[in-house]
């Protein structure tokens, strides 16, 4: 008996150093340096893949970014297919406190419900409203995989001071009248990112008959899960409190990329705030510094279709990169954020895309109020801009900083107010307010 756990405890090692092994050749040999990008050639921004130069608004509606929409959905993210019986959505409310934090705002959980005659699939959706708001606010749509059921969105200890376990300062969002949303797009697919089949959750819905594996050009993990904030949008269009135009899709890392794929597919976003994203984000991959294109369908083939594998070796060849996916925001305002350390994300490449974004931007006569093609010094924020930009003191992550410059984007953009630091919110006029409403709804400040 001690032979075999002693054998046992082995293999456990055995695995687990595997997995760390693995893990580090995730990272082995990736570009760190400047030096070592290689000289590449962005795609044209305004030329279509025929050759024709772009020189309307028309023009790139209608040809170019239909057809760069069109590319990234089959060659980089995957399309939603067309189900073999129509699914249905249908939204149920399960939770309302009116009197959330105090009574600064009201707190409701919707479920909304994917079905058909083959399955149903269930996901939580959050929102939180100002209750002393007298029109529909803005919103920030925080996306993330699965913190509503996993309690991400409840208050935190009070030494937070208002923010949610997940980081979202609720707190200041609401006292200056701006929404938080938030939805678990981790219940429409899981499992393993390296496995050759993706199927289950959503899928079961969507499959053809006889069908086990997605198809080449159809939606990899994070179209799924674009799917799922779209459906969100769905589900707001039908209240009266958020102003579905004003809804800011907010997200990090894996789940910035998703946000900016969900916005250059569904117009109805009104606005993307980008957080240390990278490549499949909003960094070129022809830098091919950090994570690249290889690395990625090597080690996370299931994030993206199928299709992508075809470029792999072959970066050089994709007739897109990133700056055409962040043009394709346009004219809607985004505000593109980094770490300094944060090389796996490439910084500079996020830059240089949001450079090369521009031409569209100007196209609707959109401000875009970069001074030169050189990235700023770190911690220099654009705020006042159709792209807003900041490149902080930090690593792979969302800090306060963040938050700070997210809702003052909001508020500039979708609530004319001239952008306010923390300061100003919590001590207007140079009085501390008092964060807990009277009966009217309405903040006092303290004389």
Same mark, same amino acid.
């Given at each position: 008996m001690k032979n075999k756990m002693i054998r046992l405890a082995l293999f456990v090692v055995f695995l687990i150093s595997?997995?760390?092994?693995?893990?580090?050749?995730?990272f082995a040999g990736a570009l760190t340096r400047e030096s070592d990008v290689p000289n590449y050639t962005l795609p044209d921004l305004l030329t279509t893949f025929g050759g024709k130069k772009i020189t309307s608004i028309g023009q790139w509606e209608t040809l170019r970014r239909t057809?760069?929409?069109?590319?990234?959905?089959? /060659?980089?993210? &995957?399309k939603v297919p067309v189900p073999a019986e129509p699914v249905t959505k249908s939204f149920k409310l399960l939770f309302e406190d009116k009197n959330f934090m105090e009574g600064l705002c009201t707190r409701r959980i919707i479920l909304i419900t994917f079905s058909n005659s083959k399955n149903s699939l269930d996901m939580q959706l959050v929102t939180f409203v100002p209750n002393n708001a007298t029109k529909p606010v803005p919103a920030i749509y925080?996306? /993330?995989?699965? &913190?509503?059921?996993?309690?991400?969105?409840d208050l935190s200890n009070s030494q937070r001071y208002g923010q949610v376990n997940c980081g979202v300062p609720l707190r200041q969002l609401i006292l200056r009248g701006i929404g938080l949303v938030a939805s678990d797009i981790g219940e429409l697919i899981g499992g393993d990112n390296r496995a050759e089949v993706l199927s289950g959750g959503i899928l079961d819905l969507y499959f053809q008959p006889g069908q086990t594996n997605t198809k080449d050009d159809e939606w990899g993990m994070m179209a799924i899960w674009a799917f799922g904030l779209s459906s969100g949008m769905d589900y707001l269009e039908t209240q009266k409190e958020i102003n579905p135009r004003q809804v800011a899709l907010m997200g990090c890392s894996v789940l910035g990329k998703v946000a900016l794929w969900a916005a250059a597919q569904d117009q109805r976003f009104g606005m993307v705030l980008s957080n240390t994203t990278g490549h499949a984000g909003d960094a070129i991959w022809r830098r091919q510094i950090g994570e690249t294109y290889d690395n990625m369908c090597e080690w996370l083939p299931r994030w993206l279709v199928r299709n992508a594998q075809k470029y792999k070796g072959r970066v050089a060849e994709l007739p897109v990169d990133q700056h055409m996916l962040l043009a394709c925001i346009a004219p809607r305002p985004l505000f593109i954020s980094s770490g300094d350390y944060d090389f796996w994300a490439d910084s500079k490449g996020a830059w240089i895309s949001a450079n090369h974004a521009i031409p569209v931007y100007k196209m609707y006569g959109k401000n875009v109020a970069f001074e030169s093609e050189n990235q700023p010094e770190v911690n220099t924020v654009i705020m006042k801009s159709a792209i807003g930009y900041n490149l902080r003191t930090g690593f792979h992550g969302t800090d306060q900083r963040d938050w700070e410059n997210y809702m003052q984007f909001i508020e500039y953009h979708f609530m004319k107010i001239e952008p306010r630091d923390a300061q100003a919110v919590y001590y207007p006029e140079g009085k501390l307010i008092d964060h807990y409403p009277n009966k009217s709804g309405k903040a006092l400040i303290v004389r």
């Open positions: 595997t997995r760390a092994y693995s893990q580090e050749d995730k057809e760069i929409v069109k590319f990234f959905a089959e /060659n980089i993210y &995957g925080h996306v /993330n995989h699965g &913190g509503v059921k996993g309690g991400g969105y």
